[in-house]
């Protein structure tokens, strides 16, 4: 597993985290949330820069990804190798 994000907003309406990019993420990459109370795995199937549908980010972009449950500033996402 390797560390490729930190959480650092979450809109709770429309379950989208805003992450802060560490290491290379893409769409259809399997991911590991996990935080002092947070601790469930998806997979990435949407992300968005500046409203714009992207298949990968890099590192030091900022992403909204849509999550399947609720997620916390602070929260580290993993990506499942």
Do not use: C, W
């Amino acid at each position: 597993m390797k560390l490729v994000g930190k959480v650092t907003h979450f809109y709770p309406k429309i379950s989208v985290a805003v992450v802060e990019v560490l290491d290379e993420i893409k769409v259809g990459d399997e991911i590991l949330i996990k935080g002092k109370t947070t601790n469930f795995k998806q997979i990435v199937e949407s992300m968005q820069i500046e409203h714009e549908q992207v298949e990968k980010a890099s590192k030091g972009d900022s992403v909204g990804l849509k999550v399947v449950e609720r997620v916390r500033e602070g929260d580290e996402v993993f990506k499942i190798e």
